[in-house]
């Protein structure tokens, strides 16, 4: 059965940021059953290579992205919601954190890590940073950062990502030898850029891409990313719509210090997660009690446990007949020595008496169970 403990709220430091919407924060609801996170006892109320500062090129007036450092000095300015995002101005999750909450102060932050941390500190109100990406698939170190620090679901908002193939003015696609940008946007761009026959070069920030060839005035070097960005850092849009398929979206997730209290009257969601004991159908059952009640899973994974990854590493490198492998029908191979936490998002709200059987069910064969929040479900998309 999984521990009963409590967790205490995140009191604000002794000379808070002053905004508006601090002073609105909805006191913690309780449920129920208590849950736990790890260490942290909670409740189930409820590098950039490409370095981007105000130095560079022209946008001297745009904010510089936030780093670890920076979060013990940082003041409030004006009555806005302040909302944290990764990267820099242009950047998906900026246009994210507009969606989200219209006329915020948005501010970039060089590493997710820094976004909580600046929701925690109080530094802003809320961090807008993503989840999964419809192509790309889930994005783990956020699941990790959601247990590492003591946040709450509050909210989520799914964003059309329209990639864009952008250069400095008076450049033309046969120009272009190579181009910059993400990773998976690179990937999600695979066919166009083959066509074109562009050599692509991976960096860690779309935004951050298209400011570098910005201010280094390259001639024979684009980026991939938005026409926000292009419009922010005066690129010329070459080419709209690049990605290969236009489902492409990604689904950030709204987080704060404290827990919203869910609803029955609109569509709903709630993020858990649990961990179980090895045996036959154990998955099977915990999936089982959702299934009984009639509660639709939306997204189901797992991952290893934070701070068992490096041995994992290890043994699958260097000690392989040493691990002991099963394979699951979906072709995903897990080392049965390592325990694993489950991700699930459920379309059903904590209000709902469903919602709260089906966890009570669950707590009593789960050895770890922490409900990470319920929160209005963005069904634009």
């Known amino acids: 059965m999984a521990a009963t ?10 000379n808070p940021i002053t905004s508006s919407s601090n002073k609105k924060l909805t006191p913690k609801v309780k449920f129920p059953f208590k849950v736990r996170r790890f260490g942290i006892s909670v409740s189930a109320s409820a590098s950039s290579s490409i370095q981007g500062g105000a130095s560079e090129g022209k946008s001297t007036s745009l904010p510089r992205p936030l780093t ?25 999750s900026e246009s994210a954190a507009g969606k989200a909450y219209p006329n915020c102060e948005a501010v970039p932050c060089e590493q997710f890590e820094t976004a909580f941390e600046a929701v925690e500190r109080w530094l802003v109100d809320r961090a807008v940073l993503p989840i999964e990406n419809s192509l790309g698939g889930s994005i783990h170190r956020n ?13 989520e908002v799914k964003l059309a990502i329209r990639h864009c193939l952008l250069a400095n003015h008076g450049v033309e696609v046969h120009h272009l030898k190579r181009v910059l940008s993400h990773p998976q946007a690179l990937a999600q761009c695979e066919n166009t850029l083959t066509r074109l026959g562009i050599v692509r070069e991976a960096v860690d920030d779309t935004a951050g891409a298209a400011k570098h060839v910005a201010f280094h005035k390259l001639e024979d070097t684009g980026a991939v990313a938005s026409a926000a960005a292009a419009k922010i850092y005066g690129l010329n849009l070459l080419v709209q719509d690049i990605q290969d398929y236009s489902d492409n979206v990604t689904r950030f997730l709204m987080l704060a210090r404290e827990p919203i209290i869910p609803r029955t009257d609109r569509p709903f969601k709630t993020s858990i997660v649990f961990s179980l004991d090895e045996g036959p159908g154990m998955l099977f059952k915990a999936l089982a009690v959702f299934a009984m009640r009639q509660i639709n899973l939306t997204k189901a994974t797992f991952l290893l446990k934070a701070g068992l990854f490096k041995e994992w590493l290890y043994l699958q490198i260097m000690k392989p007949l040493m691990a002991s492998l099963v394979e699951i029908k979906i072709g995903i191979y897990i080392y049965r020595s390592f325990p694993y936490l489950f991700y699930v998002d459920f379309q059903a709200s904590m209000a709902d008496q469903r919602a709260q059987n089906a966890l009570s069910h669950l707590k009593e064969f789960a050895t770890f169970l922490s409900v990470l929040g319920s929160y209005p479900e963005d069904v634009t998309i």
């Not at 004006?78 to 242009?90: E, L």
């Not at 699941?143 to 909210?155: A, E, F, K, T």
Request: hydrophobic share 35%; charged share 15%.
């Open 143 to 155: 699941y990790d950062l959601l247990l590492r620090h003591r946040l709450h679901i509050v909210g």
């Open 68 to 92: 670890s450092t920076d979060l013990t000095g940082l003041s409030s300015e004006g009555s806005r919601i302040r909302v944290a995002y990764q990267g820099v101005p242009g950047a998906y």
């Open 5 to 14: 403990v409590s967790r205490p709220p995140i009191n604000p430091p002794l």
